[in-house]
Nanobody, 117 residues
Framework: QVQLVESGGGLVQPGESLRLSCAAS????????MGWYRQAPGKQRELVASITRSGRTNYADSVKGRFTISRDNAENTVVYLQMNNLQPEDTAIYYCNARLHVGTMYWGQGTQVAVSS
């Protein structure tokens, strides 16, 4: 099993930045990729960004050029999401995700990001 603990959410004004962190523990050597998803009220959960064990990244079109996913080391023990130029449409609960080589997915508890003037 994998445990994920997120931190870093909050309330900011449009144009400001936040950095989310996700610390993984447990069977981390079975993780093939980690990512961030978000779910806004009344909407489906969507992929924001992901990073594989090899370092390949993927972003939703809506965040390209504004968000950056990174990790502390190749073991993916801590993954970050740097969010710049935040906009009201980025308001959502952000969830950390870990995908194992066998396909199993684990989720964090979620952290709220609110962007409002």
């Amino acid at each position: 099993q994998v445990q994920l603990v997120e931190s870093g959410g909050g309330l900011v004004q449009p144009g400001e930045s936040l950095r989310l962190s996700c610390a993984a523990s447990g069977n981390i050597f079975s993780i093939s990729a980690m990512g961030w998803y978000r779910q806004a009220p009344g909407k489906q959960r969507e992929l924001v960004a992901s990073i594989t064990r090899s370092g390949r990244t993927n972003y939703a079109d809506s965040v390209k050029g504004r968000f950056t996913i990174s990790r502390d080391n190749a073991e993916n023990t801590v993954v970050y999401l740097q969010m710049n130029n935040l906009q009201p449409e980025d308001t959502a609960i952000y969830y950390c995700n870990a995908r194992l080589h066998v396909g199993t997915m684990y989720w964090g508890q979620g952290t709220q990001v609110a962007v409002s003037s």
